[in-house]
Protein backbone atom coordinates (compact mmCIF):
# COMPACT_ATOMS: atom_id res chain seq x y z
CA UNK A 1 0.00 0.00 0.00
CA UNK A 2 3.34 2.63 0.60
CA UNK A 3 3.62 2.26 -3.19
CA UNK A 4 -0.14 3.15 -3.95
CA UNK A 5 0.16 6.01 -1.79
CA UNK A 6 3.26 7.19 -3.40
CA UNK A 7 1.89 6.96 -6.76
CA UNK A 8 -1.14 8.68 -6.02
CA UNK A 9 0.83 11.51 -4.42
CA UNK A 10 2.63 11.84 -8.04
CA UNK A 11 -0.63 11.60 -9.60
CA UNK A 12 -2.26 14.80 -7.57
CA UNK A 13 1.05 16.43 -8.05
CA UNK A 14 0.95 16.49 -11.93
CA UNK A 15 -2.52 16.14 -12.56
CA UNK A 16 -3.17 19.22 -10.16
CA UNK A 17 -0.45 21.17 -12.31
CA UNK A 18 -2.34 20.46 -15.64
CA UNK A 19 -5.31 21.40 -14.16
CA UNK A 20 -4.28 24.66 -12.89
CA UNK A 21 -2.66 25.49 -16.17
CA UNK A 22 -5.72 25.08 -17.63
CA UNK A 23 -6.97 27.14 -15.17
CA UNK A 24 -4.44 29.95 -15.36
CA UNK A 25 -5.12 29.95 -19.28
CA UNK A 26 -9.13 30.31 -19.35
CA UNK A 27 -9.35 32.93 -16.37
CA UNK A 28 -6.61 35.73 -18.41
CA UNK A 29 -9.79 36.05 -20.22
CA UNK A 30 -11.57 37.54 -17.54
CA UNK A 31 -8.55 39.14 -15.97
CA UNK A 32 -7.83 40.74 -19.30
CA UNK A 33 -10.82 40.65 -21.48
CA UNK A 34 -9.78 43.07 -24.12
CA UNK A 35 -5.98 41.69 -24.13
CA UNK A 36 -7.08 38.42 -26.07
CA UNK A 37 -9.47 36.59 -27.92
CA UNK A 38 -11.48 33.39 -26.88
CA UNK A 39 -11.17 31.45 -29.78
CA UNK A 40 -14.59 29.10 -29.50
CA UNK A 41 -12.93 25.60 -31.00
CA UNK A 42 -10.06 26.38 -28.74
CA UNK A 43 -12.23 26.69 -25.37
CA UNK A 44 -14.12 23.60 -26.45
CA UNK A 45 -10.51 21.22 -26.83
CA UNK A 46 -9.71 23.35 -23.48
CA UNK A 47 -12.96 21.78 -21.34
CA UNK A 48 -12.91 18.15 -23.15
CA UNK A 49 -9.06 17.85 -21.69
CA UNK A 50 -10.54 19.20 -18.53
CA UNK A 51 -13.01 16.32 -18.45
CA UNK A 52 -10.26 13.79 -19.65
CA UNK A 53 -8.23 15.07 -16.34
CA UNK A 54 -11.33 14.97 -13.86
CA UNK A 55 -11.98 11.54 -15.75
CA UNK A 56 -8.80 10.41 -15.50
CA UNK A 57 -7.92 10.97 -12.17
CA UNK A 58 -11.34 9.87 -10.42
CA UNK A 59 -10.29 6.35 -12.52
CA UNK A 60 -7.26 5.94 -11.04
CA UNK A 61 -8.84 4.89 -7.83
CA UNK A 62 -8.40 1.68 -9.51
CA UNK A 63 -5.04 1.28 -9.14
CA UNK A 64 -5.70 -0.34 -5.83
CA UNK A 65 -6.60 -3.35 -7.79
CA UNK A 66 -2.61 -3.76 -8.82
CA UNK A 67 -1.49 -5.76 -5.69
CA UNK A 68 2.11 -5.71 -6.93
CA UNK A 69 3.89 -2.31 -8.10
CA UNK A 70 6.79 -2.28 -10.27
CA UNK A 71 8.82 0.31 -11.30
CA UNK A 72 8.39 -0.26 -14.95
CA UNK A 73 4.09 0.10 -13.91
CA UNK A 74 5.27 3.17 -11.78
CA UNK A 75 7.17 4.74 -14.91
CA UNK A 76 4.57 4.08 -17.30
CA UNK A 77 2.11 5.68 -15.06
CA UNK A 78 3.97 8.92 -14.85
CA UNK A 79 4.73 8.96 -18.60
CA UNK A 80 1.17 8.84 -19.01
CA UNK A 81 -0.29 11.50 -17.17
CA UNK A 82 2.65 13.87 -18.09
CA UNK A 83 0.56 13.01 -21.29
CA UNK A 84 -2.17 15.61 -19.86
CA UNK A 85 -0.06 18.26 -18.62
CA UNK A 86 1.50 18.18 -22.63
CA UNK A 87 -2.14 18.82 -23.93
CA UNK A 88 -2.72 21.47 -21.33
CA UNK A 89 0.93 23.31 -22.01
CA UNK A 90 0.01 22.72 -25.83
CA UNK A 91 -3.93 24.47 -25.17
CA UNK A 92 -2.32 27.07 -23.62
CA UNK A 93 1.56 28.42 -24.29
CA UNK A 94 3.52 31.17 -21.99
CA UNK A 95 2.71 33.55 -24.99
CA UNK A 96 0.87 34.58 -28.28
CA UNK A 97 3.61 36.77 -29.65
CA UNK A 98 4.38 34.50 -32.96
CA UNK A 99 0.69 34.30 -33.82
CA UNK A 100 -2.54 36.77 -34.14
CA UNK A 101 -4.93 34.81 -31.57
CA UNK A 102 -6.26 31.13 -30.16
CA UNK A 103 -7.51 30.43 -33.92
CA UNK A 104 -4.08 31.45 -35.06
CA UNK A 105 -2.34 29.30 -32.64
CA UNK A 106 -4.93 26.37 -32.48
CA UNK A 107 -4.63 25.48 -36.41
CA UNK A 108 -0.79 25.81 -36.42
CA UNK A 109 -0.67 23.40 -33.36
CA UNK A 110 -3.32 21.22 -34.33
CA UNK A 111 -0.78 18.36 -35.33
CA UNK A 112 0.64 17.85 -32.03
CA UNK A 113 -2.32 18.32 -30.08
CA UNK A 114 -3.94 15.62 -31.98
CA UNK A 115 -0.92 13.34 -32.06
CA UNK A 116 -0.95 13.48 -28.34
CA UNK A 117 -4.39 13.19 -27.86
CA UNK A 118 -3.76 10.16 -29.63
CA UNK A 119 -1.25 9.42 -27.26
CA UNK A 120 -3.28 9.63 -24.33
CA UNK A 121 -6.36 7.10 -25.80
CA UNK A 122 -3.04 4.33 -26.66
CA UNK A 123 -1.64 4.88 -23.18
CA UNK A 124 -5.25 4.54 -21.82
CA UNK A 125 -5.36 1.03 -23.15
CA UNK A 126 -1.78 0.08 -21.69
CA UNK A 127 -3.04 1.62 -18.43
CA UNK A 128 -6.20 -1.17 -18.62
CA UNK A 129 -3.75 -3.95 -19.16
CA UNK A 130 -1.88 -2.98 -16.17
CA UNK A 131 -4.45 -3.27 -14.49
CA UNK A 132 -4.97 -6.85 -15.14
CA UNK A 133 -7.32 -9.48 -17.17
CA UNK A 134 -10.05 -9.27 -14.17
CA UNK A 135 -10.41 -5.22 -14.71
CA UNK A 136 -13.91 -4.39 -16.21
CA UNK A 137 -12.99 -2.29 -18.84
CA UNK A 138 -10.79 -5.21 -20.00
CA UNK A 139 -13.68 -7.07 -21.59
CA UNK A 140 -15.86 -4.58 -22.66
CA UNK A 141 -16.10 -4.02 -26.36
CA UNK A 142 -17.54 0.00 -26.18
CA UNK A 143 -14.20 0.71 -24.81
CA UNK A 144 -11.89 -0.46 -27.36
CA UNK A 145 -14.08 0.98 -30.02
CA UNK A 146 -13.92 4.07 -27.88
CA UNK A 147 -9.71 4.17 -27.91
CA UNK A 148 -9.94 2.88 -31.87
CA UNK A 149 -12.33 5.58 -33.09
CA UNK A 150 -10.95 8.26 -31.09
CA UNK A 151 -7.28 7.95 -32.10
CA UNK A 152 -8.74 7.48 -35.67
CA UNK A 153 -10.65 10.80 -35.53
CA UNK A 154 -7.36 12.13 -33.74
CA UNK A 155 -5.21 11.03 -36.90
CA UNK A 156 -7.81 12.59 -39.39
CA UNK A 157 -7.98 15.83 -37.20
CA UNK A 158 -4.21 16.08 -37.89
CA UNK A 159 -4.53 15.79 -41.60
CA UNK A 160 -8.15 18.27 -41.55
CA UNK A 161 -8.13 21.89 -41.34
CA UNK A 162 -11.45 22.95 -41.77
CA UNK A 163 -12.74 24.96 -38.93
CA UNK A 164 -16.51 23.13 -39.02
CA UNK A 165 -15.04 20.04 -39.01
CA UNK A 166 -12.98 20.85 -35.56
CA UNK A 167 -15.67 22.48 -34.34
CA UNK A 168 -18.24 19.45 -34.89
CA UNK A 169 -15.11 17.38 -33.76
CA UNK A 170 -15.12 19.08 -30.06
CA UNK A 171 -18.79 18.72 -29.76
CA UNK A 172 -18.72 14.96 -30.61
CA UNK A 173 -16.13 14.31 -28.27
CA UNK A 174 -16.80 16.16 -25.27
CA UNK A 175 -20.79 14.56 -25.81
CA UNK A 176 -19.43 11.48 -25.82
CA UNK A 177 -17.12 11.83 -22.61
CA UNK A 178 -19.80 13.01 -20.42
CA UNK A 179 -22.37 10.28 -21.50
CA UNK A 180 -19.34 7.43 -21.17
CA UNK A 181 -18.76 9.16 -17.87
CA UNK A 182 -22.29 9.49 -16.99
CA UNK A 183 -22.86 5.62 -17.87
CA UNK A 184 -19.57 4.18 -16.21
CA UNK A 185 -19.85 5.90 -13.02
CA UNK A 186 -23.85 4.95 -13.03
CA UNK A 187 -24.87 8.85 -12.71
CA UNK A 188 -28.70 9.08 -12.61
Known sequence: ?????????????ILGLSLTHLIKGSVIFIQHPGRKKIYF???????????LIIHFWWWEFNLKLITEWYFVDYFFIICYILI????CAILYPDDLVDYTGYEDYFYSRKNWFFAILAMSFIADMIDTAIKGGNYFLYNQTEYYVRIASHVALCLVAIKIHNKI????LAIL???YELSYILRLFNIE
Not at 1 to 13: D, F, N, Q, R, V
Not at 84 to 87: G, H, I, V
Open 1 to 13: MEELTHIKSIIGI
Open 41 to 51: VHSLWVFYVFL
Open 84 to 87: YYLL
Open 165 to 168: FHTV
Open 173 to 175: FIV
